[in-house]
C-alpha cells in the first residue's frame, strides 16, 4: 500500500484497472458467479439443464458452503471467510439450470474479499457502495443523518450547529428566568 501512495494519479490508475481485470479474470474462473451487498452475499452456481431440486445437495452451515448434485464430486465446497446467519440464508433453483444461493451476513459492516477461503481474493477497498435514499433508513438513522448534514451545512456557512443554536436557546431562556443574575463575564461551554 506505501508503494500505491507514491504513485502518479494516472499510475494509481493504471494499476487500479490491471488489479480489476486480474480479479475479473481470477472470479471468471470460479464455478459460480457472486455479487455484494453490506448485509448479504448472492451466489449464482450454474447446474446442468434440466436439474431438478431432489438432484442437488446443498449445504449451508455458520462457516461453510457446498454445492452439488447427488452422486458427483461437489461443485463448490469450503470454507466460508465469514460466519452467516444459517436460519435467514436461503437456496433455490431456478429455471432448472441455476442454483441461487443467498447468505445473510452475520457482520453486516464489512465487505467480503471472498465467498470461499481458498478462492481469489477481491480488493474490499474499491467496492463502491450504492447511494441510498434517505426515505429507505429507519427514523432514527434518517434522523440522525438529516442532522449531521444540517449540521455540516451549516458549518461551512460559518453559523452554529443545532446542538450550539439549542445551549443558546437554553441559555437565553436561563437568563430570561434571572434577569438578577449578570452573564456578562460568563464562559459557557
Not at 63 to 68: A, C, E, I, Q
Not at 115 to 128: E, G
Amino acid at each position: 500500500m506505501d508503494d500505491y501512495d507514491k504513485l502518479t494519479p494516472e499510475e494509481r490508475e493504471k494499476k487500479d484497472r490491471e488489479d480489476r481485470e486480474r480479479e475479473r479474470q481470477e472470479q471468471a474462473t470460479l464455478p459460480y458467479s457472486w455479487t455484494q451487498e453490506l448485509s448479504d452475499v448472492d451466489v449464482t452456481v450454474p447446474v446442468p439443464p434440466g436439474t431438478r431440486g431432489r438432484d442437488l445437495v446443498v449445504e449451508i452451515k455458520k462457516k461453510r458452503l457446498s454445492v452439488g448434485l447427488k452422486g458427483q464430486p461437489k461443485i463448490l465446497e469450503g470454507e466460508l471467510c465469514k460466519e452467516i446467519k444459517v436460519e435467514d440464508s436461503t437456496w433455490t433453483l431456478e429455471d432448472n439450470k441455476l442454483v441461487l444461493i443467498h447468505l445473510e451476513k452475520l457482520n453486516k459492516q464489512t465487505w467480503w474479499e471472498n465467498v470461499l477461503t481458498h478462492h481469489p481474493k477481491i480488493d474490499t477497498t474499491k467496492i463502491v457502495p450504492p447511494n441510498s435514499s434517505l426515505s429507505e433508513l429507519d427514523g432514527e438513522t434518517r434522523g440522525m443523518v438529516e442532522k449531521m448534514m444540517y449540521d455540516n451545512q451549516q458549518k461551512q456557512m460559518g453559523k452554529p450547529t443545532s446542538d450550539e443554536q439549542k445551549k443558546a436557546e437554553a441559555l437565553a431562556k436561563f437568563q430570561a428566568a434571572h434577569p438578577e443574575l449578570d452573564f456578562s463575564n460568563a464562559k459557557i461551554s
